[in-house]
Nanobody, 127 residues
Framework: QVQLVQSGGGLVQPGGSLTLSCRAS????????MGWFRQAPGKEREFVAG????????NYADSVKARFTVGRDNPQRTVYLYMNNLIPEDTAIYFC????????????????????WGQGAQVTVSS
């Protein structure tokens, strides 16, 4: 079992920045690829960013490339989502997720690959 506890989120003006954190407990952290997803009102959950267990590889949705950065601190068992130049379309509930990865350089983009999920954090971008 892996438990994920998120922190961060809130209300920010367009063009602003916000950081989300997700701390894991349970099994060996580096055995898991980590991802961030979001779900806007009336829409399906979508992939935002992912990072491999060894931190070498990352992947981003086209809509957030060059604005969001995923970070991972393995000794602290924590993954971060640094969000810059936020726009109203980024408004959503954001979820972190952990997916077991036999190869430490694996990054998953499908939510079906993730077994464990954080509780979610609301991000609202509005003036």
């Amino acid at each position: 079992q892996v438990q994920l506890v998120q922190s961060g989120g809130g209300l920010v003006q367009p063009g602003g920045s916000l950081t989300l954190s997700c701390r894991a407990s349970g099994r060996t952290f580096t055995d898991y690829a980590m991802g961030w997803f979001r779900q806007a009102p009336g829409k399906e959950r979508e992939f935002v960013a992912g990072v491999s267990g060894n931190t070498d590889n990352t992947n981003y949705a086209d809509s957030v490339k060059a604005r969001f950065t995923v970070g991972r601190d393995n000794p602290q068992r924590t993954v971060y989502l640094y969000m810059n130049n936020l726009i109203p379309e980024d408004t959503a509930i954001y979820f972190c997720a952990a997916g077991q990865a036999p190869l430490t350089f694996t990054v998953y983009t499908s939510e079906r690959s993730y077994q464990y999920w954080g509780q979610g954090a609301q991000v609202t971008v509005s003036s």
